[in-house]
């Protein structure tokens, strides 16, 4: 029988077509889920800073730069100390934090003054840089240690030699005066810092004199 040449390519054909189709099969894959995404570097912390790094002078403490002082962690003074009798208007705050007493002294119109007492080891860069730190306080420049030394009046009381300096400079307020008086004892310095408006410690002046004059060892 004579078989139709189209039929007969068709049939030869249909491996080659099968044969294709598989070659072009898609496979279908089954991707596991992602897991979380790794969590970001933490951003670098800024550098620690030095453990040795200046502790700020405490309040009525006679702080300034150039000193010792300046770069040591601050220590008070220990032992029985210093003993003194307060005028009757001035406020007796006690001691507290690094002061050994505090007294708040009101003027008129609202105008208030303060009286710090510190002690520290050692002469704390000795006399003309206790001068000097004072004056940076209140805003004037530093002068020669003969000419800082000069400015200190000398005071003897119950035994103690006391420095007393007076100076005027500027403050939050304006005019600010500063009367001081440092004595030292047993190895440390005593510090007795009034500061205020000009005209009230002006005012308190005589008065801070006779308070000064009746600084005494404790138990004395």
């Known amino acids: 029988m004579m078989r139709h040449p189209f039929a007969v390519a068709c049939v030869l054909s249909l491996p080659l077509f099968f044969s294709a189709c598989r070659e072009k099969e898609v496979t279908a894959y089954r991707i596991p889920k992602e897991k979380d995404a790794a969590p970001a570097m933490p951003a670098a912390s800024a550098p620690a800073a030095p453990a040795s790094a200046p502790a700020a002078a405490p309040a009525g403490a006679p702080a300034g730069g150039g000193n010792a002082m300046a770069s040591t962690p601050v220590a008070t003074a220990s032992g029985s100390g210093l003993g003194w009798t307060g005028p009757k208007h001035w406020q007796d705050k006690g001691a507290g934090g690094m002061r050994k007493g505090t007294f708040a002294i009101a003027g008129d119109g609202g105008a208030a003054a ?24 209140i805003q004037l420049a530093p ?31 304006g ?10 004892y047993e190895g440390a310095t005593w510090f007795f810092k009034l500061t205020g408006p000009d005209a009230l410690v002006t005012k308190e002046k005589a008065v801070f004199l006779e308070f000064v004059k009746s600084i005494k060892p404790a138990g004395k």
């Open 114 to 137: 303060e009286l710090a007492i510190t002690a520290f080891p050692g002469d704390v860069g000795g006399e003309a840089a206790n001068v000097n730190r004072w004056r940076g306080q």
């Open 175 to 184: 005019a600010t005066r500063v009367l001081g008086a440092f004595v030292p």
């Open 143 to 173: 002068v020669a240690p003969d000419e800082a030394v000069r400015s200190i009046e000398r005071l003897e009381a119950n035994g103690l030699k006391l420095g007393v300096v007076e100076m005027l400079g500027t403050g939050p307020g």
